[in-house]
């Protein structure tokens, strides 16, 4: 099996069950995201322990609407930042853009983004990768919603 198949399958297979998806409670922060380019949307909601970048994604729900791309990376992204600490997820999501800004000459590091590396693929084509990185946007604002606002408080709270 080629590697553009092998990539294919998994997005396929997170498309058809997606991970983590509905909306769950409790939650701090829900966001709405559109794609008008491709028409996908993604309502999403974030948990976490506390409100610093050391606090740990406890879940993060969503409902998402429109192409496989979109839906596969929202499961794919809620695998890779629950149970992360708000540092560490940023740090995969840092490394799941660069390789969509990539335009296909990043190699994917599977250590890093496991499942992700399948979205190698569709960073050769600018209009799809927006659609991949729906998902991770709407985390990164519900997140930043979250985690920004108290910021002055952060390090007395443990
Ligand atoms: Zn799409």
Redesign the pocket.
Known sequence: MDLDSLYQEIILDHYKHPHHAGLREPYQAEVHHV?P????EVTLRVHLSGRDADAVVEDVSYDAE??S??QAAASVMADLVIGRTVKDASAVHQEFLTLMQGRGTVEPDEDVLEDGIAFAGVAKFPA?V??AL?AWMAWKDATSQVVDHDENTTKEQS
């Open positions: 794609n380019t491709c028409g996908d429109g192409c791309i979109s799809r927006k659609c729906l």
